[in-house]
């Protein structure tokens, strides 16, 4: 495909790429190459010797200089954390990015799509790697453990995986009584929508998010996100979700009492939040959570 496109636009892929891709989102830092007045900016890499002891990797440095380094469309750029992010939210508005289209929206579909036959989960191809690794009960027990929380309320429908990782699980079956739901340390859900835009959860109560009560009532609420189902902005959600459920948004803690948040008779929602993001295929893909209190 590289090959394709070199002869299709009489161009390097390096030079496509800067002028087609780079130059129009905004990231002069982006290349094949690094330029020498460049090159106090790059970073370090390192390596660890067979005895352990960890020594500077001369290699990149050499590499990327060279004029005619071979450009792959697999891998090879070099670039910074601002050009990344550009890179990043033009992918995320689904392929265009401060009025520039890169990609049709759907290209950008066909990207984050499972395109395995059936759907498979990765890990049935293989012993699981990295980002593929089933993580979810690791991260759920790690942040509770962080938070101290025991008791945990969930939905009745919630994974087993999950509620293998609560240290004490109080599913909502049969329901829970508002004096329950009030004692426990936190509760567990899954959502409907997250939105990127606003970091804003959206719950219209289908599976793995039960009723509306163990959403507003518990102080604590670890929110499980799969990452098939972000949207980036608002008007996405809106379509996502099921317009004939009850949605409940939160945008974070509530902070509708007083400036001490302190609990007002009546008064609902988490007053601290936690999040944690998987990836499509529901295993943990980083550290997302955020606790504001």
């Known amino acids: ?56 990797d001369e290699g990149l440095g050499a590499t990327v200089t060279k004029a005619d380094r071979g450009h792959f469309g697999g ?23 401060d009025g520039v289209r890169i990609l049709s929206p759907l290209t950008t579909g066909f990207m984050v799509r499972n395109q395995l036959p059936g759907g ?34 969930g939905p009745a429908d919630l994974p087993a995986d999950w509620v293998a990782a609560l240290p004490q699980p109080l599913l909502d079956r049969p329901r829970l009584d508002l004096a329950e739901l009030s004692a426990v340390d936190a509760v567990i859900t899954s959502v409907a929508v997250a939105i990127a835009q606003t970091g804003t959860l959206v719950f219209d109560h289908g599976p793995g998010q039960g009723r509306r009560e163990l959403t507003l009532v518990p102080d604590v609420h670890l929110a499980v996100v799969p990452g098939e189902r972000i949207v980036a902005a ?30 007002v008779q009546g008064v609902h929602g988490p007053r601290t939040l936690i999040v944690i993001v998987l990836d499509g295929q529901g295993s943990q893909h980083g550290p997302a959570g955020f606790q504001p209190e």
């Open 1 to 56: 495909m590289d090959r394709v496109v070199e002869v299709v636009s009489g161009q390097s892929l390096g030079d496509f790429c800067t002028a087609q891709i780079f130059n129009s989102l905004g990231m002069p830092d982006t290349g094949f190459t690094v330029p020498d007045r460049d090159l106090p900016r790059l970073s370090q890499l390192y390596l660890i010797t067979p005895s352990g002891e960890l020594v500077p």
């Open 75 to 97: 891998g090879g750029l070099v670039s910074n954390t601002a050009d990344y992010l550009r890179f990043a939210a033009m992918l995320l508005n689904r392929g265009a990015l």
């Open 120 to 153: 498979a989960d990765l890990e049935s191809f293989g012993r699981p790697m990295n980002a593929e690794s089933p993580l979810a009960p690791a991260a759920i027990a790690a942040a509770l453990r962080e938070r101290d929380a025991h008791q945990v309320a």
């Open 234 to 263: 608002v008007p996405d959600a809106v379509a996502a979700a099921d317009p004939l459920s009850p949605l409940t948004w939160i945008s974070g803690p509530s902070a509708t009492s007083d400036i001490e948040l302190s609990r």
